[in-house]
């Protein structure tokens, strides 16, 4: 007859089914870019203290660690990482001051 069995697809039985999701991350992560670049968003964010710059180029450092682009992860990631410090120790100073 004309049918086909499930097990005559071409594929081995008990080989590993793998995918690669890099088109998916990548997806999400230009519309996390986009609506990090909205005028609404980045004026929320920035009335909550938090800088929509700085989170673009944690994405950035993501993104390079989801591509496998180890160094420059490390060192956007590392920038976001020391930026964020040293606004705490601003904001801390800064607290110490008015006290």
Avoid: H, W
Avoid at 23 to 40: A, P, Q, T, W
Avoid at 70 to 91: M, N, P, S, Y
């Amino acid at each position: 007859m004309g049918t086909s069995d499930d097990d005559e697809r071409g594929e081995p039985l008990g080989q590993s089914f793998s995918i690669d999701p890099t088109r998916e991350i990548s997806s999400v992560m230009d519309e996390l870019e986009d609506l990090l670049k909205n005028g609404d968003v980045v004026s929320a964010l920035s009335n909550k203290n938090i800088n929509a710059s700085l989170a673009l180029t944690a994405i950035d450092g993501l993104r390079a660690y989801l591509e496998g682009r180890k160094e420059q992860a490390a060192d956007d990631l590392g920038t976001v990482a020391e930026e964020i410090r040293a606004r705490l120790d601003l904001a801390r100073t800064g607290s110490k001051e008015t006290n």
